[in-house]
């Protein structure tokens, strides 16, 4: 499949593994894939967001998630060392699903290849819990008017 992606859409998925492997995860999930495609500029425009701000306020949903269940880490990740780089880091169900929409969207509207547009519109479909759509949440993002601007933008 990945044959199939324009060069922007590879730098989304390229990017989305990055961001996984600088955290420290070890799956990439819908949020790096959300933070993934804010290294292309298109995106930001669109959403009016930065790569920066979506990377802290992905890091504070994560905090408060932890303190949700007992635990307080402030302070205590400059202690940890960043575990070893996987050969390969797997994809969550979530991200290859997200994949698939991204696929299913590119088919729809006739497009011989999966752009970062199709990915977008696949990340803004989904729905609270789904970390990307929190993380869109955080950023003030209403789905629906990006889905319609990204929607405009493609079809010009």
Known sequence: M???FAPSARETVTSAVQEAQMRGDRRVGTDHLFIGMLHDQEIVEALGV????ARDVDADLDSTALRAIGLNLS???STW???PKML???FSTGAKNVMKSALATAATSHSRTIKVHHIALALLSLKVPDPAAAL???LGINPTEAIAKLTRSEAA
């Open 88 to 90: 390969r880091t797997p």
């Open 50 to 53: 930065t790569l920066q701000r």
């Open 136 to 138: 869109a949440a955080g």
């Open 75 to 77: 302070g205590a990740a």
């Open 2 to 4: 990945f044959e199939r």
């Open 81 to 83: 060392s960043t575990p």
